[in-house]
């Protein structure tokens, strides 16, 4: 059985400058209305149990604005994952997506798709393109190795918040 803007609307309701979903009708002695539905996971995103099934928030926040739960995916504009306010959420094939991430935590150099390539001693630029990455040069000065990594990402139609 597939969720409806009704049966959302019923026990739900959507604060699109917030992002939050706030109960209208309890179902059990721990939920109450008026507080807000669900809770952050380990991954970051808040979860919402919704007639016994559980959904993640940001598709909720689709079905409740536009009527339709988003065919892609949904990506969190400024890369916070509980922040599901309507202007912070677009619908995305997982190609953009992957064009808006945060910096790995891993990362050294503080600048995505840039490290210290130790043999030659110079500072490697790279992209990752579908399955693949794509060699951008060696640079004696990581400032030139930075500039090469946000010309191609911007060659190749990556999100401005890319990397941050």
């Given at each position: 059985?597939?969720?409806?803007?009704?049966?959302?609307?019923?026990?739900?309701?959507?604060?699109?400058?917030?992002?939050?979903?706030?109960?209208?009708?309890?179902?059990?002695?721990?939920?109450?209305?008026?507080?807000?539905?669900?809770?952050?996971?380990?991954?970051?995103?808040?979860?919402?149990?919704?007639?016994?099934?559980?959904?993640?928030?940001?598709?909720?926040?689709?079905?409740?604005?536009?009527?339709?739960?988003?065919?892609?995916?949904?990506?969190?504009?400024?890369?916070?994952?509980?922040?599901?306010?309507?202007?912070?959420?677009?619908?995305?094939s997982n190609v953009q997506n992957?064009?808006?991430?945060?910096?790995?935590?891993?990362?050294?150099?503080?600048?995505?798709?840039?490290?210290?390539?130790?043999?030659?001693?110079?500072?490697?630029?790279?992209?990752?393109?579908?399955?693949?990455?794509?060699?951008?040069?060696?640079?004696d000065k990581i400032e030139d190795?930075?500039?090469?990594?946000?010309?191609?990402?911007?060659?190749?139609?990556?999100?401005?918040?890319?990397?941050?």
């Open positions: 059985m597939k969720l409806t803007k009704e049966e959302l609307s019923e026990e739900l309701h959507y604060n699109q400058a917030t992002g939050k979903f706030i109960r209208r009708i309890a179902r059990s002695n721990s939920v109450k209305i008026g507080e807000e539905a669900g809770n952050v996971g380990g991954a970051g995103y808040r979860h919402i149990y919704v007639n016994g099934r559980r959904f993640l928030a940001h598709r909720l926040a689709f079905l409740y604005v536009t009527g339709e739960f988003p065919i892609g995916e949904v990506d969190h504009i400024n890369g916070e994952r509980s922040d599901n306010r309507w202007t912070n959420l677009r619908a995305v992957s064009r808006n991430q945060k910096k790995p935590v891993t990362n050294t150099s503080g600048h995505i798709g840039v490290c210290w390539h130790s043999a030659a001693s110079k500072w490697m630029a790279q992209i990752q393109l579908g399955r693949r990455n794509k060699y951008l040069g060696l640079f190795a930075v500039s090469a990594r946000i010309e191609a990402q911007l060659r190749h139609g990556f999100h401005k918040n890319h990397g941050r």
